[in-house]
């Protein structure tokens, strides 16, 4: 059997582990864009930042791929997508596959209309990979005013590694509040308010329309609603798009990124995709999103390495999770925060602690849980999302700091404890031949 | 593999367990000094109002962090800890590789490689683990600590929960 | 932390108001009601704070101040159950007597200071749990066992069987040989209880001690061969699947009293008194009747459950014969019927009365028995020992001819085998044992019982305080303490060279007394030793 995963991260990594513990026999080619060895995207800006050492980062140690025997394809990247022919084409190289995975990610998104990114380039960024990383740590030492388009996770990590560089950081905003996916207004204003003691500008509900300089050098922003700020240094970190633009005209169904089933299956046969580029079940919402978070695509890369194994694994589904730290506040949240008409929401807010805990109901389900500071315990919650559990019985203790198994129902809590399996990978019994 | 399976209707709510599980991981061993000597840590069951385990520490009083929790709720009680599942969300959502699993099953940590950066806690639907604020690989970043939840006992044959629950409310069997 | 759903007999509403200053103020005169009598010593170097004496404590009498990092005790409230010592991991923990007190009197003890105290506060009853626990002559200890030595020699246990197997009921007058042309006496047989040991579990009502206490002693009286009484609690539906092992009661409650009730038991049994509280009827007090006991009684969530003092439609002894008959008729006449007294004046003609009125077994309930509650200047003042009453009422039923138509239990204070040995040999059949079994699940004899705030779960319903007592640990030490006790019986029987408790019954011979004056002696019929 021959393996091919295309995309060397999380669900790349699962997914070869998944599929060794299966079959330890099958040939498996693990192809990465990157020369980097295997490590951690989320750590990039810890690392800018000069918070963590090096060796913190990395994944796996080296002889991952011997130990799993994986042939690994380093800093080549796939062009091309032959379905019928069941080939990939690899720097001009033909590679075929029996099984074959795209595990490709996500690429960063450059918002069209801005004028002078070309004319500045030396100083315009994105950064979304090790590589960004080390050529920002040797740029940033002559420049002093940083500016980050987007206060998403990406943009405000960011923003928080060029704090501990002690530059002079700015922070533009579309919406009208910071990480404006996971967070409610409230949460946001705390972030906000924890960032802006450590000297970070705001600028929301604005954007940057155009890049002033002179000779090549950027000296400022001019903002849509017209402010003029200074910079000598523009990060684009508005948004990662899956990396899907390349899979065109295959046949492959795709919306905002590979559509996927419960068994990780695109609609192309002995084709699986997961993490970043999938576009796999929302639970809360019913629908498929991409979630591109770290959990969900280890879960799917799983998932789906056991599937092309031979094993029927089931996708359960995932929802929306996030675990931030800005300053003193960190933050964990589940679902969707921000209540919608018909939602019922319960919070606790406790100000001298900045201790905020908020959860959104829908006919009681959690459609939506956040918790600022006061994070113990929070992945109850996920269960219960998950489990789409009606918490009537005990809603009157879920923002009690108190809040733990006992107050769940018996079924519930015997459910929980009085068993090892997971939640979230229930295997048939026995392995169907995919079709 | 033998893991601990609390049998909620034996509980007490006498903590004991907690107790145990503070001595078993302390250096010296001994009651006393374990709780006082050894570590600077949060306790869960005198920190309300404390989001934050530093600031609360410095408020209440240092004591050690135990790796099983009892949780109460009117009249039921039951003390839960990692249940090393057999697909593990924590491993899965680990942001650098620090959760692993070894040879034997268990679910457990390299304190060294942990950054703390809290997904572990995010993904655990069990609510199995904590903060453990003794340790720190990142000191740059406030309140950092490193994962912490049940390893098992690794040095004694019959975890040291299970072995002082007065009721036997933990049974440690394979199921 | 606790959460009670009770607050059990809470301390007058003056004390209460005392609590939300954090100090002790003084109101209307109630200088020394509220004076600690416990001191919680705690030796603070060992103090771990770990806070399971806070948690276990459900009279509030231990508390965490986090301000001052330190575990410390409102003593006014410890009464001395010492679980917190027990649960303490270091044993950091002693309680001791509060030590200051008034000048030593002997006609004025403290104790009868206190509850005079208490009564001039509140005007009201003080209730109590337990056993008279004032000084009066035991007579157990009074009275020692003979041996064989040279002459009848002693029965090696280990050697020869010790029969210790018991029946309790109403006895044939004698052995009728003649058959019944099948090569069977046709001697008449009556229902009687097959104990495999003489010792029977007392009546504990369900409410006066909890559900798996209750279990603990259905399981362990099943096992041992022997017997447990519901008390007059009423039997609860799950444990009807012990009924072939359960004395029911019918008292002048007549809670939980129904046909199936009767029909499900070994033995009902008509109790006329207790020997904690002659004369007056039971008392579940409002607190500790939980969901459970209403179901199980037949009466509101709640409400104080109290018996009335008499039965009402005894008020003869033949009335009571009819009541015996009546539950014949209803049972069919396929169980024994007891009749449970207090050991008082006249014991011995109130028996006699009982006997031909028709019961198969009388029950004798001397004044050292236990209650769940009961008024303390009752249980302490009124009754007399079973001792006495026993030897009284076992000689009389001899001397008129009718011992054989009932079987007499002893109940009231039994504390070791010796104590059994001896109430056999002073005529009983066999001996009911209520303290004696609480001793043995964890009980510490504190004497709050009334309260429904049992820190060990044995006399509490709560269901915070019910794991506290696991029903197989209850079982399990219950079942220990009647095999150790008819273990040591065996010895006992062997050493005085008899082999069967038949032998025991009544014989006075292997009884001597010790420092009694000649009118005791002569009333429990037996000789001063050295003689």
Redo the contacts between chains.
Sequence with gaps: MEYVIVGNSFAGM?AVEAIRSVDRDGRIILIGDETERLY?R??IH?YL?????ES?????DDAFYDRMQVTLLAGRRAEKLLPDDHALVVDGETIGYDKLLLAVGGAPFVPPGIDGLEKFKDSVFTFTRLSDARLLSELVKGREKIVVLGAGLIGMQAADAFV?LGKDVTVVELADHVLPLALDELAAQLVQEEMELANVTFHTSDSVARLNGKAGKLKSLTLQSGKEIPADLFVIAIGVRPNIGWLKDTGLIVDRGIVVDEHMRTSLDDIYAAGDCAQGLELISGSRIVLAT??IA??QG?IAGLNMAGQAAEYQGGIP???L?F??L?I?S?GYVKERKGQEVISVF?ES???YKKIVLEDNRIAGALF?????????F??LI?EKVDVSP?KN?LLS??F????LP?TI??E??????????RPALQTVSPA | ?K?V??I?TRCIDCHLCEIACIIEHSQTKSPVSAHFLEGLQFN?QL??????PA?AKAAVRPSPLSRC?V???SF???S?MC???????C???????ALYRDASGRVLVNEK?C?G???C???????????NIDRQ??P????NGVNHHCDLCPNRRTPACVYVCPTQALAYEE? | MINPLMTGNAPAADVQDLESLGICALKRGQYFSSMPEYYVDRDQAKCIKCLVCVRQCPYEATFYSAEMNIVTNRHENCINCRRCEAMCPTKCIRIKRWGSGFRPNEHWTEKHIRSLYKQADTGGVLLTGCGNDLYYSTYFDRIVLDASQVTNPSIDPLREPMELRTFVGRKAERIDPSGNGQGKPSTQKFPNLVCETPIIFAPMSFGAISYNFQEGLAIAASEAGTYFDTGEGGLHPNFYKYGKRAIVQVASGRFGVSADYLRSAAAVEIKIGQGAKPGIGGHLPGEKVTAEISRTRMIPEGSDAISPAPQHDIYSIEDLRLLIYAIKEATEYTVPISVKIAAVHNVAAIASGIVRAGADIVVIDGFRGGTGAAPTIIRDHVGIPVELALAQVDQRLRDEGIRHLASIIAAGGIRNSADVVKAIALGADAVYIGTAAMLAVGCTLCQQCHRGKCAWGITTNRSDLLPRLPIDYAAERLSNLLHAWSHEVKEMLGLMGLNSIESLRGNRLKLRAVGMTEEESRILGITHAGI
């Excluded at chain 1, 913190?56 to 796996?60: A, D, F, N, P």
């Excluded at chain 1, 600022?372 to 109850?380: P, T, W």
């Design positions: 699962f951690s989320a750590l810890e930042g000069g918070l963590i050492d913190l980062i990395y994944l796996r501990h770290i959990p280890s879960e799983m999770l996030n675990a730290q300053g003193r960190q964990i589940y406790n602690q900045s201790a600022v500071r006061a994070i113990d315990r929070a992945g109850l996920r269960y998950e005990f203790v700091d108190d733990g198994p006992a107050a018996t809590r015997d929980m404890f009085t068993t090892r399996r997971s939640r979230i990978h | 593999m893991a399976y609390p909620a869960w920190s309300r109002g404390y989001a934050d600031e929790r949780s109460a709720n039921r009680f039951i839960t249940r090393h599942c057999e697909v593990a969300e491993v899965l959502a680990c942001k650098n590789g490689k950054i950066c809290w997904m806690i995010m993904a655990c639907s069990y609510g199995a683990i904590t903060r690989n990142v740059g970043v406030a309140g199921r």
